[in-house]
């Protein structure tokens, strides 16, 4: 054995994949590319870090990694793509205003403690549409997610469907700076949620609402049910333009995987319309989402509305055990045969045949 | 069939009676068991016997789409998983306690506290919240001696009654969180596994409301 074992490790959080695994994941990722191509997209570059002025007030700024290159300047490697890829479509918008498809692919790093199974390193695929506003695109984002999930052989995912607008409506001033509140509703703590609402002094109509948002997910009658409730007008208008959404779907026969959840509020303030995650009942964990977040331009001085959506590859290739992928039996070829063993592998790949060319030369 | 994580244990002792009102009585009795997992007598539910430590992972994870988990340990661990119900039982309190006389008190000091735990996050938490400067050290059993031979100023430890406190004469000074069995759902298992989930929870619900089982 050359030298001790510990020297060949990297640190926890990292990702290392090799082999098979590796080899599908990338399948699942190139029929994902495949459809955004067939939607029009066209790949993005984009660069692994960043100033570290992008990511600030963003939020979760110390699940950051960040840097100190030798002049001085304080980098961060980009722990989201959605950010750094409308600050490059900015450019580009500046110099064309026009729509724009993009698609990605690459890492992104966010600090994760160790024990829990999570990485700091991990995988996407996603894609921006930038200047396409309307319930058409929403629609349209959604489709097009379910169609990756379907050519990645995850055709039993769930797309779970809220609105960053309505929990933001629900809630008023007093509820959004809530923290706590905000957590409640994300665990689905009815008990904790009452007891939060009591304390901030929430009126009693918003409280009672609140108190039923973890039961609101469902089919579409989750939207009736809501309305046995007094709703603010903005709450009214989002609960209406994510019913819409829904019947767009419905009409377009796509809305058998959907699920609606009135309260959802994770990444809320970042969603300015409808939000979406997915989930398969092989994975523990979200396998991805995405959503309308017309806002998210503002902080490069520019109104564009925009959609978008990405995939965690790793736990995409978890709940995607059959897929179509198949390594294929190779024909094999000894390296010993030289010339003509050559000759037979150029003949085979040109057929298109896996080969293994093994042995000693 | 939905999957149950069951602390075993005290806690087993106590949610056993309580299953067995909401109608999923398990198909031999658990604490006698050495399998790792019985299924109940109708058939929808699979109990995976765990250390209450390790439940709220096997949820978070999906292993088991749903769990029991005291309140103390979820705070402990910090999954993320869904709590939709309250299930009233195992109830205590989470508390800064310490020996009456003690002299730091809990403000804002300049020097840290110490402060011994079996939750180390919890206590590390609850300080950094407050802007006390601490120190944490994790024991693993019968804190309170933390406190009483001055391995530390504080402990931070659940208390049901009180009693082991008073006859290790400590006193509570400030309570962090007032904690109960929860039933804990895997995110990925609420939405597919809607229906069964649904059903579980209002069976469930139906229990704690029928007051003590």
Same mark, same amino acid.
């Given at each position: ?8 490790s ?28 067939g ?6 570059i ?10 600030? *007030? ?6 950051l ?14 722990? *989201?793509?959605?950010?750094i ?6 450019m ?18 966010r ?8 990485r ?11 200047n ?8 349209a ?5 379910r169609?990756?999930?379907d050519?990645?052989g ?9 609105h ?52 609101l ?43 609606? *959840? ?11 319309g ?11 964990e ?20 925009a959609?978008?959506f ?38 085979l790949?040109?057929?298109g ?9 | ?8 244990? @005290?806690?087993?002792?106590q949610?056993t ?6 109608g999923?009585a ?17 058939g ?9 430590v390790?439940?709220?992972?096997? $949820? ?10 005291g ?17 009233g ?6 508390? $800064?306690?310490? @020996?009456?006389?003690?002299? +730091? ?5 300049? &020097?840290?506290?110490r ?5 180390? +996050? ?17 024991l &693993?059993? &019968?804190?309170?001696?933390?406190? $009483? ?10 208390v ?5 406190l008073?006859?290790?004469?400590? $006193?509570?000074h ?5 904690c109960s ?6 995110r ?12 579980l ?13």
């Open positions: 054995m050359p030298g001790p074992a510990d020297k060949l990297f640190p926890p959080g990292t990702e290392l994949v090799f082999g098979p695994q590796a080899t599908r994941r990338q399948f699942i990722s190139d029929r994902i590319a495949e459809v955004s191509r939607w029009g997209f066209t790949e993005i984009l660069p692994a870090f960043d100033s570290a002025e992008t990511f600030r *007030d963003l939020g979760g700024e110390t699940e990694y960040n840097l100190v290159d030798r002049e001085g300047h304080r980098l961060t490697l980009r722990a *989201d793509f959605t950010l890829a409308a600050k490059a479509l900015a580009e918008l500046r110099r064309d205003a026009r729509q724009i498809r993009a698609s990605y692919e690459g890492r992104v790093y600090f994760a403690p160790s024990g829990h199974g999570h700091v390193e991990q995988t996407q695929r996603g894609l921006e549409w930038v396409a506003r309307g319930a058409t695109y929403d629609a984002a959604l489709v097009m997610a169609e990756c999930l050519a990645a995850a055709e039993n995912a769930i797309i779970v469907v809220g960053g607008g309505f929990i933001h409506a629900v809630l008023g001033e007093k509820g959004r700076v809530e923290r706590r509140l905000h957590e409640a509703l994300d665990h689905k703590n009815p008990s904790r949620i009452a007891q939060l609402a009591q304390r901030i002094g929430i009126d009693d109509d918003t409280a009672a609402l609140l108190g039923s948002l973890p039961l997910t469902g089919g579409p009658e989750v939207f009736k049910a809501a309305r046995g409730f007094k709703l603010r007008p903005e709450a009214d208008a989002a609960l209406a333009e994510l019913e819409g959404l829904y019947q767009l779907l419905d009409e377009a026969g796509a809305a058998d995987r959907v699920l609606i *959840d009135l309260g959802e509020v994770r990444r809320s303030d970042y969603y300015s409808f939000m979406f995650k997915v989930y398969h009942e092989a994975v523990g979200e396998l991805g989402g995405g959503g309308r977040y017309d806002r998210l331009f503002d902080r490069f001085g520019m109104d564009v509305p959609v978008g990405g995939f965690n590859l790793a736990r995409l290739a978890e709940a995607t055990s059959r897929n179509g992928y198949a390594g294929g039996t190779a024909s094999a070829v000894a390296a010993s045969e030289g010339a003509k063993g050559l000759k037979r592998v150029l003949e790949r040109a057929q045949k896996p080969v293994d060319l093994k042995g000693e030369a | 069939m939905l999957r149950m994580a069951l602390p075993t244990g @005290r806690m087993l002792k949610a009676p309580f299953l067995e009102a909401a999923y398990p198909a031999e009795p658990l604490s006698d068991t050495r399998k790792l997992t019985v299924p109940s007598k109708c929808r539910v699979e109990y995976l016997l765990v250390k209450p390790d439940a709220p992972l096997y $949820v978070e994870q999906g292993v088991a789409e749903v769990g029991v988990c309140k103390d340990v979820l705070m402990e661990v910090g999954a993320d998983l869904l709590e939709p119900l309250d299930l039982f195992a109830r205590c309190r989470m508390v $800064v306690a310490g @020996r009456p006389e003690i002299e +730091r008190k809990l403000d804002n000091l300049l &020097s840290p506290v402060v011994a735990s079996k939750f180390p +996050r919890v206590a590390q938490h609850y300080f950094f919240k407050k802007g006390t400067p601490c120190t944490v050290f994790k &693993s059993g &019968s804190v309170e001696i933390g406190a $009483v031979l001055g391995l530390s100023h504080y402990i931070v430890d659940i049901e009654t009180g009693a082991t008073r006859e290790n004469g400590l $006193v509570v400030e309570e962090i969180a007032e069995a929860r039933l804990a759902v895997n990925a298992a609420w939405y597919a596994k809607l229906a069964e989930v649904r059903e929870l209002n069976n469930l619900k139906q229990a704690v409301e029928g007051g003590k089982p």
